[in-house]
């Protein structure tokens, strides 16, 4: 074989271009074979690389899985309010609901199970920091119209309609839309706008 007839070797890139080509073919191998059918060798031929290539930026599945997807969540979730609390909050449930649907309740639980503790940061900026930067905005929005008092939420109470979601993500395998609402209208309304 000719080294212009191996992909791995035809195609020199470096930085990264190099690393884009990985997690895009990440990505590809990932929603066509699911994370158990996930190789380094279906990445590399994918990516046209080798495997010592990639074995050179990670060291597990769940690093490039992580990274990957990192790289894809961000702008997928509400930026601006839609005037009330009722519906931001039921916005923001809906695309964390699309969000995991799209990567797949499997992929999510081997993902977790295979993360180990010098990935967790990565995990928590994939899972927690976009969508707990997104309640925010909810919650500041709402205070500003006086839905909510002027005191401070605790952050148990503030965090809360993200922890039911994932809670109904992880243990039921999907959030669907009347979820969100009994979510929203049953706990989460009447607790963050109490005024204690």
């Known amino acids: 074989m000719s080294e212009h007839s ?3 070797r035809a195609t020199r890139r470096s930085g990264e271009e190099l690393r884009e080509a990985i997690l895009d073919a990440v990505l590809c191998e990932l929603f066509e074979r699911g994370y158990a059918g996930l190789t380094f060798d279906g990445i590399a031929q994918r990516a ?3 495997k010592p290539v990639i074995y050179r930026r ?3 599945r ?3 899985v992580l990274d990957a997807l990192v790289r894809r969540a961000p702008a997928d979730l509400p ?6 609390l009722r519906t931001d909050l039921m916005e923001l ?3 964390l ?4 649907e799209q990567i797949g309740i499997t992929t999510v639980r081997r993902l977790i199970a295979d ?8 995990l928590a900026e994939l899972a927690a920091a976009p969508a707990e930067a997104a309640l925010q905005r909810v919650l500041d929005a709402a205070r500003a119209r006086g839905e909510l008092g002027p005191e401070p939420l605790p952050d148990r109470i503030a965090k809360l309609p993200l922890a039911l979601w994932h809670h109904e993500m992880l243990f039921i395998g999907h959030v669907d839309e009347a979820a969100v609402a009994d979510i929203v209208d049953r706990i989460c309304l009447p607790l963050l706008t109490r005024r204690v």
């Open 58 to 60: 990670y060291a597990t």
């Open 97 to 100: 609901g699309s969000r995991f």
């Open 93 to 95: 449930g809906l695309a």
């Open 48 to 50: 046209h690389t080798s």
């Open 6 to 8: 191996d992909p791995a």
């Open 79 to 84: 930026s601006a309010s839609a005037g009330d």
């Open 62 to 64: 769940a690093q490039l």
């Open 115 to 122: 993360v180990d503790d010098d990935l967790l940061p990565q």
